[in-house]
């Protein structure tokens, strides 16, 4: 059974949840993921100002593929190119995904293309720390007008989630959320260790 992790940024997610991934499952992470995996087996970012101030960084660090839907990202910085359309769950057409709002929601769908019967999630908190509700990802907050967490995008991709849990497990994929701290309660809990054992 081909297992893919999915790594977002929520800000439960821990360099030791990461590293233990290395070795046991395939590994895609969403856009400042690669700082913590730059072993991962595909980077996605879904937008063009994200590489714009990524791309020497990622260029010099990360040894695994990368991945947009940004088709000016493809075409400035070489990434493999993500056909995308806003849609609410599972999009089946190959090589093509639902937006559902964000990126990790994104690879969900692109590691169901890329042959995934269980897909693990970490880092997908879709909340802010609930000791600092200023802080919705791990390293902080991007900086610039990039893409910022809020309570109403919360609602609004949490919902978009139940969708595709309910679409990929009707395609028999076993979708377990494995994040520390996580409002996707709908999604079967396991510790990253015990999902890897």
């Not at 590293?19 to 063009?48: I, T």
Request: aromatic share 12%.
């Amino acid at each position: 059974m081909t297992t893919w992790v999915c790594i977002a940024s929520g800000p439960s997610l821990t360099q030791d949840d990461v590293d233990h991934c290395r070795g046991k499952a395939r590994v895609v992470v969403v856009n400042d993921g690669y700082r913590l995996a730059p072993w991962a087996d595909a980077l996605y970012a879904c937008d063009r100002p994200w590489w714009d101030l990524h791309f020497n960084d990622v260029r010099e660090t990360f040894q695994g593929s990368w991945y947009s839907h940004s088709k000016p990202a493809t075409d400035q910085y070489g990434a493999h190119h993500v056909e995308g359309v806003d849609g609410e769950g599972l999009c089946k057409t190959p090589g093509c995904v639902h937006f559902g709002a964000n990126g990790g929601y994104q690879v969900v769908n692109l590691a169901y293309h890329w042959g995934a019967r269980r897909i693990l999630l970490l880092g997908y908190d879709c909340q802010a720390d609930p000791y600092d509700p200023e802080r919705t990802h791990w390293f902080g907050q991007h900086p610039g007008n990039l893409e910022r967490g809020s309570p109403e995008k919360f609602g609004k991709w949490i919902r978009r989630y139940r969708a595709l849990y309910d679409d990929l497990k009707a395609e028999g994929v076993e979708l377990i959320n494995c994040s520390r701290q996580t409002a996707i309660n709908f999604v079967p809990r396991m510790p990253i260790e015990e999902a890897l054992c």
